[in-house]
């Protein structure tokens, strides 16, 4: 029985040094990005608790919606913030450790975390197009109605 290694199949995907380089740099900034969006998220989810607790929003509204209606939603969408940039922050951790020590599963495991990244910020993004698409049928649809 002969062994078989991956490294000898031509359609094996392997990186050079460039790719490494470029992989590490890409981490850094990654690294950077998701730790300075989880810090801003860590401080609107502060003022959100704050204002809640201590109810320093008494004179806030917008429309229909009351002081706690408003820092509940900043609250939801800190919620919201958080799972990109921990995924971002867990690509750029697997990153650095698999270009540091070669290590397959920690390289299998940063593109995992990146695709998870892209996914939830596609699905935010097809969210808001949806958002933005009622939105204007609902202008559309008054101003219809203003000109009958």
Known sequence: MELKSTFNDPRELRLNSQAKKFLSEAAGWARFLSLLGLVLVGLQALVVLSALLFGSFSGLSMGPFEGSVIM?????????????LYYLFLFSGRAKRAVASDDEMALEDCFGYLRSHYKFIGIIV????????????????GSLESIF
């Open 72 to 84: 509940l939603i900043y609250g939801l969408l800190a919620l919201f913030y958080f799972f990109p």
């Open 126 to 141: 097809i969210m808001m197009l949806a958002v933005y698409v009622l939105a204007l049928a609902g202008v559309a649809a």
